[in-house]
């Protein structure tokens, strides 16, 4: 059984920094490419980072040079440090392969940055 859990968002000033974790179970981690997306309120959810099984990194032009994604592949958990944060960067946060597989979009963490 297949299982993605995020933690570590919360509510921080814009400006503040946040580090994300994703904990695995149930798919061949060291193999695959792992994401993070994201769905601000009313809006679609999009791709923000994503770090292929050799480490090469990817990032959406919007947090280019403030996020920061990583990945141990002996705990199996991805991480999404994110730094500067803006008030646009309010969503919630998954994690996923790349691309999502439709049915291991766990619950996500609530990231939600005031002015």
């Known amino acids: 059984q297949v299982q993605l859990v995020e933690s570590g968002g919360g509510l921080v000033q814009a400006g503040g920094s946040l580090r994300l974790s994703c904990a695995t179970s149930?798919?061949?981690?060291?193999?695959?490419?792992m994401g993070w997306y994201r769905q601000p309120p009313g809006k679609q959810r999009e791709w923000v980072a994503s770090i292929t099984s050799g480490g090469s990194t990817n990032y959406a032009d919007s947090v280019k040079g403030r996020f920061t994604i990583s990945r141990d592949n002996v705990k199996k958990t991805v991480y999404l440090q994110m730094n500067s944060l803006k008030p646009d960067d309010t969503a919630v946060y998954y994690c996923?392969?790349?691309?999502?597989?439709?049915?291991?979009w766990g619950q996500g963490t609530q990231v939600t940055v005031s002015s």
């Open positions: 996923n392969l790349v691309p999502g597989c439709r049915g291991y």
């Open positions: 149930g798919i061949t981690f060291n193999i695959n490419t």
